[in-house]
């Protein structure tokens, strides 16, 4: 099974961005979770991670060309903003999970949008790192039925 993570901007800056939010782990951290879980679990995996809204479109676009079986996706600030990586989730019509660090629901009024989260069968959030594996889990037994 072929899986991409993706992560949207400023969360190359985990473990030293808004710690009381985020906490103290660092983004090379996450991606270490990440890899050792898949090793185990037998996922090919791409993590990928951009500070740009093109550049994660297109990593989307190109996961549907690579048959990629699923994505996890974690678009940060862009989740409230981009139709584009809405349309984008949609057009490649792969399974895809949202992953958010923090418990969003609980946060700011401009927070509450999920774009993404339109083309997502599942949503997890205030998990930290967690949510990924769990949104991996999910994917992985979903892939396997
Ligand atoms: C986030 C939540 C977003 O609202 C925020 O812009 C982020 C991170 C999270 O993982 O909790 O950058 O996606």
Same mark, same amino acid.
Do not use: W
């Given at each position: 099974?072929?899986?991409?993570?993706?992560?949207?901007?400023?969360?190359?800056?985990? !473990?030293? &961005?808004?710690?009381?939010? @985020?906490?103290?782990?660092? @983004?090379?951290?996450?991606?270490?979770?990440?890899?050792?879980? *898949?090793?185990?679990? !037998?996922?090919?995996?791409?993590?990928?991670?951009?500070?740009?809204?093109?550049?994660?479109?297109?990593?989307?676009?190109?996961?549907?060309?690579?048959?990629?079986?699923?994505?996890?996706?974690?678009?940060?600030?862009?989740?409230?903003?981009?139709?584009?990586?809405?349309?984008?989730?949609?057009?490649?019509?792969?399974?895809?999970?949202?992953?958010?660090?923090?418990?969003? !629901?609980? &946060?700011?009024?401009?927070?509450?949008?999920?774009?993404?989260?339109?083309? *997502?069968?599942?949503?997890?959030?205030?998990?930290?790192?967690?949510?990924?594996?769990?949104?991996?889990?999910?994917?992985?037994?979903?892939?396997?039925?």
């Amino acid at each position: 099974m072929k899986v991409l993570v993706i992560n949207g901007p400023n969360l190359n800056m985990l !473990g030293i &961005r808004e710690k009381h939010i @985020y906490g103290t782990e660092t @983004y090379a951290d996450l991606k270490n979770l990440i890899h050792d879980y *898949c090793q185990k679990e !037998g996922i090919d995996v791409d993590i990928f991670q951009s500070n740009h809204e093109g550049a994660l479109v297109d990593h989307i676009q190109t996961a549907y060309f690579n048959e990629t079986d699923a994505i996890v996706i974690n678009p940060a600030a862009y989740t409230h903003t981009s139709v584009a990586i809405l349309d984008a989730l949609k057009a490649v019509n792969l399974p895809a999970v949202e992953v958010h660090l923090s418990d969003v !629901g609980s &946060r700011e009024d401009f927070r509450q949008i999920s774009y993404a989260g339109m083309a *997502c069968e599942k949503t997890i959030t205030g998990k930290g790192f967690q949510g990924y594996i769990e949104a991996l889990a999910y994917l992985k037994e979903k892939y396997q039925k």
